[in-house]
């Protein structure tokens, strides 16, 4: 069963920055295309962003110009940096594959946006 380690959240003031990582336990993932999805409460979880085995990168419309996707495939392992942040922005994020989220979700990681 692949294992999906989400890391880098936090607390963080309005326009602030966060870096997140995603390590993932099968090198299946340097072939995958992965996605960033984030999740508040009530509602369903949605895709941030994505990004393709190659390094081809897609955003959902409310991130663009501030969230940056990338990968890295010799450690298995992909990240989120998160730049001008917004309270709205405040949710659990998780990494899986796109677009199927064949993984098992991990626990996320909370990320705050609040003054």
């Known amino acids: 069963q692949v294992q999906l380690v989400e890391s880098g959240g936090g607390l963080v003031q309005p326009g602030g920055s966060l870096r997140l990582s995603c390590a993932v336990s099968?090198?299946?993932?340097?072939?995958?295309?992965v996605g960033w999805y984030r999740q508040t409460p009530g509602k369903q979880r949605e895709l941030v962003a994505r990004?393709?085995?190659?390094?081809?990168?897609n955003y959902e419309d409310f991130v663009k110009g501030r969230f940056t996707i990338s990968r890295d495939n010799a450690k298995n392992t992909m990240y989120l940096q998160m730049n001008s942040l917004k309270p709205e922005d405040t949710a659990v994020y998780y990494c899986n594959t796109f677009p199927d989220t064949s993984w098992s979700w991990g626990q996320g990681t909370q990320v705050t946006v609040s003054s």
């Open positions: 099968t090198s299946i993932f340097r072939i995958r295309t």
């Open positions: 990004i393709t085995p190659v390094g081809r990168m």
